[in-house]
């Protein structure tokens, strides 16, 4: 009898998929809902979580904090009076599942509310990776041009919900509208796109709004 060799192979994804469902149940056994927040660096992520928090202020609110280095923007969240924690990676270039499972243990959690897990910065890694979200929520500026979609489909593909930001810069970049709407549409026909100034505050108690109602319709 011949010997044959018989080769398995196991996708790199399953471990980090397992341990993702895992933390999606203990949140929502912890009654809390947790926000994949994906962006490229200087999107603006850190100002937008705090606009977003600042909108919902009847429900707590939580911070998990993705950079390769640093705690700025922890410092700068913990200041305002809200639970973050930072997480820093040293090099990986997105949140995976085991490390969001580990930093969790962390945080208080001792009220029902809103998890926002700031991802790092780039469009490519974390929109591959579960890390226990019930969203993902993209957020891309003006200034990133309105080719985005177009560049990197994924991050697009996977959003729940998209905060296009620094609006009032359009005029003086020359950012086009319909493109970059056309480009959304063929990739994701479902998620809801906000246009927002972390400036003046525009737009965010409508986004916030709707991430109010996408918590509520993952809890019934």
Do not use: W
Not at 112 to 132: K, Q, S, T, W
Not at 155 to 178: G, N, P, Y
Request: proline share 3%; aromatic share 8%.
């Amino acid at each position: 009898m011949s010997n044959e060799r018989v080769e398995v192979t196991q996708s790199i994804y399953s471990e980090n998929d397992r341990i993702a469902a895992q933390t999606r149940q203990f949140f929502d056994q912890s009654s809390v809902f947790a926000v994949n927040v994906m962006g490229a660096p200087g999107a603006g992520k850190t100002s937008s979580i705090i606009h977003l928090i600042n909108s919902l202020p009847h429900l707590r609110s939580y911070v998990l904090e993705g950079d390769i280095e640093s705690d700025i923007d922890t410092i700068k969240m913990k200041n305002l009076g809200i639970e973050t924690l930072q997480i820093n990676t040293y090099g990986a270039c997105h949140l995976d599942a085991p490390t969001v499972r580990k930093a969790i243990d962390g945080l208080s959690l001792a009220e029902p509310g809103l998890l926002f897990i700031e991802n790092i910065g780039n469009l490519v890694c974390p929109a591959e990776f579960m890390i226990g979200e019930h969203i993902k929520l993209l957020i891309c500026s003006v200034a990133e041009g309105s080719d985005k979609p177009y560049k990197y489909p994924l991050a697009f593909e996977k959003a729940d919900m998209i905060l296009l930001t620094k609006i009032d810069l359009k005029s003086f970049v020359d950012f086009d509208d319909r493109f970059f709407g056309k480009g959304v549409q063929a990739l994701n026909k479902n998620a809801a796109v906000f246009e927002v100034d972390a400036r003046t505050g525009e737009g965010f108690a409508t986004a916030a709004r709707h991430l109010e109602e996408l918590a509520r319709r993952a809890r019934s």
